[in-house]
């Protein structure tokens, strides 16, 4: 074989680190797999990537260990957001350049050639796999989106009326957890008429993603001085705009939809409620004479 030059053997070198992380991570999310039909694509994943680390390495002819820490945070993130994000993730994240992998192919044309078709295969195993929890994207929705406009708006029209962020934070949780009940309990009853046998496990992502939003946004209030409701005020908007973010990014990865569309939806919604109710509670503090300091 003549000499492979250092743009070309880095390229190598870093196909044969995502394949070798693919190896320890499909290995990972198959062990804990209880449904045998996702067990066996992850393990079948596993396999063909323990297949193209070899190719590399015969081609590097060097053995790359991946980084421990980095393989420690994928695996917690699995287990946080469920193997069908990782998988995607790591998908995306392996995916050579076009430029990259026109070089690697005139360097090895056959091998590009099986590692293409193998990465081919890999789309189409992955397109199979079958979470519990993505079936309940749209009962996770239901639950975030309520939280976010219906709490920032009620959090954002007693903040600067009641002006103590202790006050602030006791109104939240009370409307949160009351909220988070009607709602889980509404979507139950509609799931129930509409025939969904599995209408309790719905009602639960609802109820979990509205109160764990609940949660998040009342934590400023709790943490902060009464004083400084304008800074918790101020923190519970970033939260607010983190949540969206993040959950937006989330639906993106494992359900392959736009993200960038669906984030402003959100946060133009959530901001604009806020913004609102907090013209309503400085009205309402005014006229009614509320007087707190």
């Not at 309790?200 to 979990?208: A, L, N, R, W």
Request: proline share 2%.
């Amino acid at each position: 074989m003549t000499s492979i030059n250092n743009e070309v053997m880095k390229l190598v070198k870093s196909s044969q680190l995502d394949e070798e992380e693919g190896v320890l991570m499909y290995a990972f999310m198959a062990k804990r797999q209880k449904d045998e039909k996702n067990k066996a694509i992850l393990e079948k994943m596993s396999s063909d990537e323990k297949m193209h680390a070899k190719v590399w390495e015969s081609i590097s002819n060097e053995k790359i260990k991946p980084n421990p820490i980095k393989i420690g945070f994928m695996k917690l993130v699995t287990i946080l957001l469920g193997f069908t994000f990782m998988v995607k993730k790591m998908q995306r994240n392996e995916q050579l350049t076009i430029e990259g992998y026109d070089l690697l192919a005139k360097e090895f044309e056959h091998t590009a050639r099986i590692v293409e078709d193998e990465r081919r295969h890999e789309k189409e195993l992955y397109a199979m796999l079958d979470e519990e929890r993505l079936h309940y994207v749209g009962a996770m929705v239901l639950g975030l989106n309520d939280a976010l406009v219906e709490l920032t708006g009620a959090i954002a029209g007693v903040t600067f009326a009641l002006q103590d962020t202790k006050l602030v934070a006791m109104t939240g949780i009370i409307t949160g957890i009351s909220a988070t009940l009607s709602m889980a309990a509404s979507n139950y009853l509609a799931e129930r008429a509409n025939g969904n046998e599995n209408a309790i496990k719905s009602s639960f992502y609802t109820g979990v993603a509205y109160i764990v939003a609940v949660g998040l946004m009342v934590l400023p209030y709790l943490l902060l001085p009464s004083e400084m409701y304008g800074t918790a005020f101020a923190c519970m908007i970033a939260t607010v705009l983190f949540i969206i973010l993040f959950f937006n990014y989330y639906i993106s990865v494992a359900k392959d939809e736009p993200f960038v569309k669906r984030f402003l939806e959100m946060a133009i919604i959530s901001l604009s409620v806020a913004a609102i109710s907090f013209v309503i509670g400085l009205l309402a503090k005014q006229f009614l004479g509320i007087d707190t300091l």
